[in-house]
Nanobody, 122 residues
Framework: QVQLVESGGGLVQPGGSLRLSCAAS????????MGWYRQAPGKQRDLVAR???????NYADSVKGRFAISRDNAKNTVHLHMSSLKPEDTAVYYC????????????????WGQGTQVSVSA
């Protein structure tokens, strides 16, 4: 079994910064892509940023230039540094990972964390 645990959410004023972290643990052989999604009340869950095993990234247009995703393959962690935060960034942020478990070679399985609340308000 694989677990993803997020940390770092909270309340921040507009223009402020936050750093989210996600640690994957369990029966892991290799993690392919890792990413962050967010879901605001009454809205669907949307991609924020994603990073491949070799460091290739893609971002939602709404966060380009403000957010930066990074990962540490040795520690099975992914981070999201968020700056110039806006009220519209308020949402529950979810970590996501495509994990190749021990005993498998290529086949990956998709996992979600439990989510962490980010609130941007004066």
């Amino acid at each position: 079994q694989v677990q993803l645990v997020e940390s770092g959410g909270g309340l921040v004023q507009p223009g402020g910064s936050l750093r989210l972290s996600c640690a994957a643990s369990g029966s892991i052989f290799r993690i392919a892509a890792m990413g962050w999604y967010r879901q605001a009340p009454g809205k669907q869950r949307d991609l924020v940023a994603r990073i491949s095993h070799d460091g290739g990234t893609n971002y939602a247009d709404s966060v380009k230039g403000r957010f930066a995703i990074s990962r540490d393959n040795a520690k099975n962690t992914v981070h999201l540094h968020m700056s110039s935060l806006k009220p519209e960034d308020t949402a529950v942020y979810y970590c996501n990972a495509d994990v190749v478990p021990v005993g498998f070679v290529v086949q990956s399985f998709n996992y979600w964390g439990q989510g962490t609340q980010v609130s941007v308000s004066a």
